[in-house]
């Protein structure tokens, strides 16, 4: 999962998304948009090949992770989708023409999957594509990724105990172009797919070294599992090194359709095509360009004064409310020289609960605490009022929109815990908390029914930190709001406002006697991409010990179902799943804004797809 999404965070990533909503969405080709309210609805004028396309980045999110194997503070949509893939292909390509998160076998780097007829192995024909340096992207690149991923699953944001590369017993180099991976139990063959062979990324024999200059495949980990170590600190350190990423010989060794041109830690990059790229199309363009912005103010005011952004947002406040019923403003804030699309994300948008930060971490665990903090979010008017009506209230894990078969009918009517700060209040009161000032305070110490509950000491107060990304003006609204409304239960919030990089880096899984663990609510304005694991299963979001289960949250129940997702095909499960999720509150969902693209008239092959995979070898200029 990717995710603004962490992946996700992919909304990044998303390990997991978040991705991973609020930033500015990524995009394929093959048709064009939906209209705007007003003026042209698509580009004008005839294809022409060349030219250069710019495209402007959320201020909450800036490539900083070159590497593949990115750990939790750097797994987001942003470093995976806007920058890894361009150069690195995936196995597996997801995101098609249409608003489903279905697999595109043209993009992808492997033949379909064979599974065995005891679903207990899977065998991966790989294309005869090259890497830009000459070499076969072949079944080696492939043991080399798994080796990696094996040996450094702390490493991986990806990672999930007893999920993938766990549930591989063993990886076999068939021929130089097969491998065959032998699996521990039989799974549904959709969910390993779309959950599990999405993941692998084939890593070139050019990485695999501990040193620069070193020759291809001489640090060993292709071979030996022990030597992944050497080899992942090399290319972890030359990933930090964000000034060599456009001159370096490791990161220009590309089997995508684009390499770097340039790069710059303040976020500003741009790729031209790899001509040696083995798939297609080739890119019709000369140069992309991704511009960071400071604030949504700044990106709005140099998408109006036209001619340096191609491919921008319409920042929420600069948005008229939205028509009822429509999808698209009446009217085209940034003129004629713009059409507008709605761009929908495979997302789902929350922040963590911190189960082991040790001031509040006994707190957060009992159930009527969280479900307090659910009933005072009132998602209806941050919809209306910060968003301006371009997103959906979210109350559990399954996305809302794109509509899918996914959502449970349960989910579909809507929050078991529909906003009241009356109901909140009284939850906490029956439980042993006394307002005191404004303020919520346990007055009855205990684990009893009508007590606070294990580990709330007599005098706690019901103070909560909360973290959440700068620069997003609908988001501090939002918070503002939500920090309003819980003080009416005497929940007390104390927001802070970090940048996206800190909040993201903050809120990692972390134990109670860690310095790390001080955060408590962390909201890097998003939530969770559904890439690069696309079914909304949740074993990576919930699952005890995974990666990406950020705030710690355990439980054995939510363990069992959230596996049982995996074995079984059907809704039925993952409606089990997602109904008791919403139920426990293990964050705080909140609502999933859409975007609304700015694209210029002069830009044509766009296509918006709801994985927010970023194909930019569909672009063109017209003329």
Not at 117 to 139: F, H, Q, R, Y
Not at 236 to 262: E, F
Request: charged share 15%.
């Amino acid at each position: 999962m990717f995710a603004i999404h962490r992946t996700s965070r992919k909304l990044g990533l998303v390990g997991g998304a978040a991705a991973v909503a609020l930033a500015l969405a990524a995009c394929t080709g093959g048709g064009s948009s939906s209209p705007s309210g007003s003026g042209a609805t698509s580009a004008t004028g005839s294809p022409t090949s060349g030219g250069t396309v710019t495209f402007a980045e959320s201020p909450t999110a800036v490539p900083n992770w070159i590497f593949p194997l990115a750990g939790p503070a750097y797994f987001s949509t942003y470093n995976i989708s806007n920058l890894q893939q361009l150069m690195y292909r995936p196995l597996y390509w997801f995101g098609g023409h249409n608003l489903q998160p279905t697999v595109d076998y043209g993009l992808s780097a492997a033949e379909p999957p064979q599974y065995a007829s005891d679903g207990k192995s899977v065998t991966i024909k790989l294309k005869p594509w090259k890497w830009s340096n000459g070499e076969d992207v072949n079944a080696d690149d492939v043991v080399f990724w798994m080796n990696m991923v094996k040996a450094e699953k702390a490493n991986w944001g990806g990672y999930t105990p007893g999920a993938f590369p766990d549930n591989v017993t063993k990886v076999t180099k068939v021929d130089d172009r097969t491998v065959k991976l032998t699996l521990d139990a039989k799974y549904s063959e959709d969910w390993y797919t779309y959950n599990e062979l999405s993941q692998i990324t084939p890593m070139p024999m050019a990485w695999d070294v501990t040193s620069a200059g070193a020759a291809a495949g001489s640090g060993g980990c292709t071979s030996d599992i022990a030597k992944c170590k050497a080899v992942y600190d090399f290319l972890a350190g030359q990933a930090k090194d964000q000034k060599t990423y456009a001159t370096s010989k490791i990161w220009g060794v590309v089997n995508g359709p684009w390499r770097l041109k340039t790069y710059s830690s303040s976020g500003s990059y741009s790729v031209v095509p790899n001509p040696d790229y083995s798939g297609s199309p080739k890119p019709r363009l000369d140069e992309v360009k991704f511009l960071p912005f400071t604030s949504d103010a700044a990106e709005f005011n140099v998408l109006k004064a036209g001619g340096t952004v191609d491919i921008g947002y319409i920042p929420k406040q600069d948005l008229p409310p939205k028509p009822a019923g429509a999808v698209l403003p009446s009217t085209n804030p940034v003129g004629a020289d713009y059409y507008l699309a709605a761009n929908y994300a495979w997302a789902v948008d929350y922040f963590p609960i911190n189960f082991n930060n040790p001031t509040m971490g006994p707190v957060f665990k009992q159930l009527y605490v969280r479900q307090a903090l659910a009933y005072t979010m009132n998602q209806p008017l941050i919809v209306e009022k910060a968003q301006q009506g371009y997103a959906d209230a979210q109350y559990g894990p399954v996305p809302v929109r794109p509509q899918s078969k996914w959502l449970s009918p349960a989910a579909q009517q809507g929050s078991p815990y529909p906003f009241s700060t009356d109901k909140a209040k009284s939850l906490l009161e029956s439980h042993g908390w006394t307002e005191q000032d404004g303020v919520m305070v346990c007055t009855d110490a205990g684990t009893a029914s009508s007590q606070c509950g294990s580990g709330i000491a007599q005098g706690t107060k019901l103070s909560i930190n909360l973290d959440y990304s700068s620069g997003e003006q609908a988001l501090d609204q939002a918070m503002q709001q939500y920090k309003s409304d819980s003080s009416k239960a005497g929940i007390q919030l104390n927001l802070k406002q970090k940048p996206f990089n800190t909040v993201t880096g903050e809120s990692v899984p972390c134990t109670p006697s860690q310095a790390s663990c001080s955060w408590q609510l962390a909201n890097w304005g998003g939530g969770w991409l559904y890439a690069p694991d696309y079914l909304p299963t949740g074993e990576s979001l919930f699952a005890t010990g995974s990666v990406a289960n950020y705030g710690s949250y355990s439980d054995p129940k939510m363990d069992q179902l959230t596996k049982i997702t995996t074995q079984q095909g059907g809704t039925g499960p993952l409606y089990d799943y997602q109904d008791y999720t919403a139920q426990q509150v293990p964050v705080v969902f909140q609502a999933s804004p859409y975007t609304i693209q700015a694209v210029s008239t002069q830009v044509g092959g766009i296509v918006w797809n709801p994985i927010r995979s970023l194909t930019p070898e569909y672009w063109y200029r017209t003329q």
